[in-house]
């Protein structure tokens, strides 16, 4: 397995992070914002997924179950009640 | 499972986990892109969809080249999860754009729904599609 190849697309996605930010700082609905931020989580799980293969450990993808879980819960969340003032 | 572990036994497997990274990493970064031209929400859901399914599942898969079989099982968890609540996420999202009235800002848009969401008229110039 080619590690360098990870670490690069590691690094590329880290960079992609910037633009996501610039992204929910500059969308004009808050549904837009809600989901830069969904999209952010995934860009997150995306990096711990590739880290973890590079140094072939488990542990970080239990960190991105755990983000894809709450993030998910929370984008659900933060979208009911943006739309409907409730959430349950 | 040992015809699984023996066809990743192969020279090619290094090969084949850079080319589902090097796929990942491209449609992810058409996902982004997306998110930033594309002119409202309901068409913002198109890209961040496609940039899941492709781009992350892409980056799961290729992480079977490790050859670790607790990697393997946390990442077939991951995308088994992922496979199940995006549409789900994208449904919601969509809905709340839809309760708010938010406008549909795509050129030549048609709500058929019956909602009257306030629309764009198809012709509005070139640069109608663009951020703002």
């Known amino acids: 397995m080619h590690e360098i190849v990870f670490q690069i697309a590691t690094l590329?996605?880290?960079?992609?992070?910037?633009?996501?930010?610039?992204?929910?700082?500059?969308a004009r609905?808050?549904?837009?914002?809600?989901?830069?931020?969904?999209?952010?989580?995934?860009?997150?799980?995306?990096?711990?997924v590739l880290w973890s293969d590079t140094e072939?450990?488990?542990?970080?993808?239990?960190?991105a179950l755990l983000l894809a879980l709450l993030g998910f819960m929370g984008s659900l969340a933060a979208a009911r009640y943006h739309s409907e003032g409730r959430i349950f | 499972m040992s015809?699984?572990?023996a066809a990743?036994?192969?020279?090619?497997?290094?090969?084949a986990a850079d080319a589902l990274v090097v796929l990942g990493l491209?449609?992810?970064?058409?996902?982004?892109?997306?998110?930033?031209?594309?002119?409202d929400t309901y068409t913002q859901l198109h890209a961040t969809g496609k940039a899941v399914f492709l781009g992350v599942i892409a980056f799961l898969v290729a992480s079977l080249a490790t050859r670790d079989a607790a990697i393997a099982t946390r990442a077939f968890l991951i995308a088994c999860f992922l496979i199940l609540t995006t549409p789900v996420g994208a449904h919601v999202i969509a809905r709340a754009a839809y309760r708010r009235r938010e406008p549909m800002l795509t050129p030549g848009a048609v709500d058929e729904s019956g909602a009257g969401l306030p629309e764009r008229a198809r012709d509005d110039g070139p640069g109608a599609g663009a951020t703002r």
């Open chain 1, 12 to 26: 590329w996605l880290a960079l992609l992070v910037v633009p996501c930010i610039v992204l929910i700082l500059r």
């Open chain 1, 29 to 48: 609905t808050g549904t837009g914002k809600i989901l830069a931020l969904d999209t952010l989580t995934l860009l997150l799980i995306a990096l711990l």
């Open chain 1, 56 to 63: 072939r450990v488990p542990f970080f993808l239990d960190a």
């Open chain 2, 3 to 5: 015809a699984l572990a």
């Open chain 2, 8 to 15: 990743l036994d192969s020279e090619l497997t290094a090969y």
């Open chain 2, 26 to 39: 491209a449609v992810t970064t058409l996902g982004v892109l997306g998110l930033f031209r594309m002119p």
